[in-house]
Nanobody, 125 residues
Framework: VQLVESGGGLVQPGESLTLSCTTSGFTFDDYTIGWFRQAPGKEREGVSC????????YHIDAVKGRFTISSDNAKNTVYLQMNRLQVDDTAVYYCAADTLRCGAYYFRSKQSDYWGQGTRVTVSS
């Protein structure tokens, strides 16, 4: 099983980035793919997720209206489009896969079957 994140970088406040999570080794349609982040000195938190089977999505309040999660099932890849980035969005972003349905319960469980290695996003002027 592999989950490989890409697309992180250094941007200024207000700018955009798109993260990609390319997966292999499991049945993509059976899983929820979640994006988590961990800022320096803080606990890891769930940000956005998508249940591939029915394409249902969930975002935490801090990113609603700014972040969009989508999936290209032909490529087994999930994207996180991040607009109007803020300094508080600075973190290492991880994608993860789990069989729990996407939603607040998935993030409260703080678990996932598989994790990527992370990609760093820095928002700074």
């Amino acid at each position: 099983v592999q989950l490989v994140e890409s697309g992180g970088g250094l941007v200024q406040p207000g700018e955009s980035l798109t993260l990609s999570c390319t997966t292999s080794g499991f049945t993509f349609d059976d899983y929820t793919i979640g994006w988590f982040r961990q800022a320096p000195g803080k606990e890891r938190e769930g940000v956005s997720c998508i249940s591939i089977g029915d394409m249902s999505t969930y975002h935490i309040d801090a990113v609603k209206g700014r972040f969009t999660i989508s999936s290209d099932n032909a490529k087994n890849t999930v994207y996180l489009q991040m607009n109007r980035l803020q300094v508080d969005d600075t973190a290492v972003y991880y994608c993860a896969a789990d069989t729990l349905r996407c939603g607040a319960y998935y993030f409260r469980s703080k678990q996932s079957d598989y994790w990527g290695q992370g990609t760093r996003v820095t928002v700074s002027s």
